[in-house]
């Protein structure tokens, strides 16, 4: 059945780096776009970056411009999101998503969900 698996979450210093990872199986990953989800405790889910299904397309909220990227390898059934330049507004449970239909930041068209991954950034 369908599933993702996203890892890489840790506690880092502001300034430092990290690189997220989403595996998935069980559903035909190329066709589906791959967003990242991150959520504070107490506040909305926020929609971070998104990558579409040929890996050609990518979106970014405005607060990680430039210090974010995302990519997929389509091959390994992978996606991932490298984070540098961490800051301490970035701390927040991250999560991958895949979509087959619909637009990038609407949650409600993803249709797969991974578990989440802790990311803390403190010194």
């Known amino acids: 059945q369908p599933q993702l698996v996203d890892s890489g979450g840790e506690l880092v210093q502001p300034g430092g780096s990290l690189r997220l990872s989403c595996a998935a199986s069980?559903?035909?990953?190329?066709?589906?776009?791959i967003g990242w989800f991150r959520q504070v405790p107490g506040k909305e889910r926020e929609g971070v970056s998104c990558?579409?299904?040929?890996?050609?397309?990518?979106t970014y909220t405005n607060s990680v411009k430039g210090r974010f990227t995302i990519s997929r390898g389509n091959a390994k059934n992978m996606a991932y999101l490298q984070m540098n330049s961490l800051k301490p507004e970035d701390t927040a449970v991250y999560y991958c998503?895949?979509?087959?239909?619909?637009?990038?930041?609407?949650?409600?068209?993803?249709?797969?969900w991974g578990q989440g991954t802790l990311v803390a950034v403190s010194s």
């Open positions: 998503a895949a979509a087959r239909w619909g637009t990038c930041t609407r949650e409600a068209d993803y249709d797969y």
């Open positions: 990558i579409s299904a040929s890996g050609g397309n990518t």
């Open positions: 069980g559903f035909t990953f190329n066709y589906y776009r």
